[in-house]
């Protein structure tokens, strides 16, 4: 079934919004009333939610699932066009990011991992764009010099890291850490710069432009230390953690697990098609109001609507000052994504970084049944891009990178997606250290989860499971004592 | 409270047995009666079985949990005494191991860690005994002489294990691997023996005993292999998953929090010191019976009796034959612990590995609040030692090590438990490979959880997590289409 996210461009259909997705749940609501009040009203149906409505049901609490979307996922779903999976946000997962390898394992998906790098056949090469110039590399060089620059730009202790942040899940645990979030990756550059050769700085910019999606000139240095930390301080863990291993039918594949559990239990109401405009909580009932005007009642919430979306939703009473302040920051993370579909079979082996293209990063990605190519390549808010809105201007970005007969392109814009405002989280300078607490914080009976405040992996499938656990965790725990003490 | 289990000596007590831990269960039962037909009986207290508990009791199914000790926690315990914690069995943990730390971060925990190794202070060296000489190193040379001989050891295809394990959660992913079970340590030893050094030797045979507690001849060569590629195929990951992080408080402060969670469902009844003799299903109902003749019954059990004890259960109708036949064949781990308090402070940045001693590896671990040092040594099954059985021998073996000043020694004797035949497991040749299955495999209502038996993480706390939720899930899923058909 369709869901009206995403893009698909082909030669002879053109440019069509929706692409299909076994993410979409039909019929788009179980509720025959709204006069019920529910244990928990869970807001969103992306990796948190699933995660929150799929240990709350469990737990034996009556939920109800509100989702502006007609699919679940948020930001990490897939679509299965002629038998194979383009991922259209989240994609790579790995046995070290314990959130989302404990459900992999549980829902027992550990062999459907596959690898995204195809090194077997085909050009076999990695090019670099150098004040334009396009140099023609070895993958092995290009893992020598992006980890050569990275070691450089990481290095603040003299021991890459581990020194200023030894443990990735407990970041402040060295506080002297704490003011690499008031420099931004520019001003981290610039500390640097004198040892960087040219070729080693447009890798290094190309990786973690790759890594925010924004801009160089925005993006915190520390966040991205703590990425380099999780990744176990070396650049061989970036690429095993970050680009490597993903499911061979898609995210939507793993998500529907969650969803399906979640249903089996029967505690599970849910309406789609329905997003949230204000949410009022008078101390004993939580009032949940649609755009529409249909009102859902609970005795407690877990929302899991993305940072930069939550200030378009009516608090009442406010959320406190400060959390306020970090919904009106935001993060940066305007990342664009395109899987691009090509004839030339020598591609899987291609990988790419063009700083001064929209589309800075690119590498083959798989190989469709039909024996093409897929490539995906990445954009970050440096020089931004919207796929749809001029796609042969799209086609030509990807064929300026490299020779290419496109045969079809999908992708969804996040950036102008009103309920994501953006790809995964990556913030600016001194917002992290500055707003964390407030972010994880509840107000009154509504529990707040969300990758975006997550401790672990922030901004990753791990983070939000993590959230999700932590709100139905939370609310579990609370309506227990309540229970008990009837 | 005094567990029955564990033994502590000092100069002024003497040897006894028993320890104190926050482990113990008191009242050691809730149950009223036999009467009642739960929905699940869950054999065993350690992580699996608490696992399980939590997970069932959670979702709403009354739960028996029957456990032959006095305490929670099985092969992973902890001892506090004078404020310090001594871990009695299983300690280590990291956060690339997906099921325990997924727990970790659940409960809160992911601060409470702390690092084994202390070299800001003291002697900083290694000390190894090679052909009755000892040679004092620095720890950086003892890594580099590591790392380059279990280098040349799993550099089975030039790419030392990944390209034959390239999964290490999916083992058997590449077939290619699997005759390496059919090696020893010593058959692969033998292989490479031209190319070691006799210090590269000394280390490596420290290092892999010390992984399988067991002997050269008889531990299998393709488990180690696993093991090394859980560990990110690097000696690095080796000290970062094996060795380096363990809770400030001792596994018990973790553990507790598994049955607090199940306890306050108000769904787990539990019974202690009830050694299970006989489990029969008639089909329906299966029912276990104490060793002193108490009868329980439930409609499923999940038993995590560890491999080596399972023999000792009479099952009707009896287990597949191959079952049968890996529990006769059980696992070599032999293993012994001892933990020595010294006042050489300097101690506390010492380690060391001599082959010919009983206790084989050995290196600082804490200090204790008095200011003293925690030393922990290891024993494999090359030389056994049973520490109790001679204090004063006991003592002069780790003096042997290196001169210290011993005001207290605290073990479990794993091997002379009845409950338990060894510590963590690690199988001879061609069993893993041969019996994994048949291991897994339910037999009509009773499900089977160990980490003797995980996917991933086999041996560790890790496995035991992931096969208790394995087997909560299980029982979960039927009872629940059960239900709903009713």
Known sequence: MNSKDGFQWTEQGGLKQ???????????????????????????????????ARDCTTSGLEVLLLEARDRIGGRSWSSNI???PFEMGGTWVNWGQSHVWREISRYDMRKELEISQDYSHGVNEFSLMVSGKTSSWTHDKEDAVMESAIKKFVNVDGQY?????????????????????RLSAADRLSQIE??????????????????????LDTMSFYEFLHWWALCGYTYSGCI??????????????????????????????????????????????????????????AAKMICTIPLNVLNTIHFSPPLSAVKQQALNIGHLNQCVKVHAEVTDKDLRSWSA???????????????????????????ANET?????????????ILKDLVDMDIKRLVFHNWSEDKYAKGA??????????????????????????????????RSFIDGAIEEGARGAMDVIRELRIVRHSL
Chains 1, 2 share one sequence.
């Not at 939507?252 to 599970?268: H, V």
């Not at 329905?274 to 649609?290: K, L, N, Q, Y």
């Not at 590498?363 to 995906?376: E, K, R, S």
Request: net charge negative.
């Open 18 to 52: 929706g692409v299909p997705t076994i993410g979409k749940i039909q019929p788009k609501s179980n509720l025959s009333s709204t006069d019920h009040i529910f244990d928990v009203i869970i807001v969103g149906a992306g990796y948190a939610a699933l995660t929150a």
């Open 82 to 84: 002629d038998g194979y």
């Open 161 to 181: 890291g581990r020194l200023v942040m030894p443990f990735p899940h407990d970041e402040g645990h060295n506080p002297a850490v704490l003011p690499y979030d």
């Open 194 to 215: 004198d040892t960087l050769s040219a070729q080693e700085h447009a890798c290094l910019k190309g990786f973690i432009l790759l890594c925010s999606g924004s801009t």
């Open 240 to 297: 095993e953690y970050l680009i490597k291993y993903k499911f061979r039918g898609g995210q939507s594949s793993f998500a529907i697990n969650f969803w399906n559990e979640a249903t089996s239990t029967n505690n599970l109401s849910y309406s789609f098609d329905c997003p949230i405009a204000t949410v009022e909580d008078d101390g004993r009932i939580v009032f949940a109001t649609s755009e529409d005007g249909r009102q859902f009642r």
């Open 353 to 379: 970084i063009d700083t001064s293209s929209k589309l800075l990063y690119a590498l083959g990605d798989g190989t469709t049944p039909a024996g093409n190519t897929h490539i995906v390549a990445f954009g």
């Open 384 to 396: 931004h891009l919207d796929p749809e809105k001029d796609i042969v201007a799209t086609t030509q």
């Open 424 to 457: 995964w989280f990556f913030p600016g300078k001194e917002f992290i250290t500055v707003y964390s607490e407030a972010l994880r914080a509840r107000h009154g009976n509504i529990f707040f989860a969300s990758s975006d405040w997550a401790v672990g992996w």
